[in-house]
């Protein structure tokens, strides 16, 4: 499958927010599952706030989606975003991240705002 070539502003623009680690970490993560701020807070030891904005950053270039479940939001990969490619490329350089949500399983603190 053959990609459009990404203008160098946009690829800066995604690679400057890749390279805050907990940005990077929660992309990996969420590539595969939805999460909600309550297990992103519990995962990164921040403040909801902290994580909130983190994800109003991704939000805003729309590299991530949310989607209201009852009284909580959930966050996922927005796999139509038109440079997802381009994301998934680096993505699928990185570890995975499934042991942060197996942790959070093993607590019992994986989705436990739902």
């Known amino acids: 499958m053959e990609t459009a070539a990404i203008e ?5 623009t995604i690679l400057k927010l890749l390279g805050d680690k907990t940005r990077l970490t929660m992309m990996k993560i969420l590539d595969q599952h939805d999460c909600c701020v ?4 519990e995962i990164f030891k921040v ?5 909130s904005q983190h994800l109003r950053k991704l939000r805003d270039i729309q590299l991530v989606k949310e989607e209201r479940r ?3 939001i959930f966050y996922s990969m927005n796999k139509d975003h038109e440079h997802y ?6 993505l699928a350089q990185l570890p995975s ?3 942060l949500l197996k942790a959070l399983e093993e607590k019992g603190t994986r989705i436990s705002c739902c």
């Open 47 to 51: 403040s909801q706030p902290s994580i």
């Open 97 to 99: 991240q499934a042991h």
């Open 85 to 90: 490619l381009f994301v998934q490329e680096i």
């Open 8 to 12: 160098m502003g946009q690829a800066a």
């Open 70 to 72: 009852g009284q909580w």
């Open 38 to 41: 309550c297990e992103f807070v």
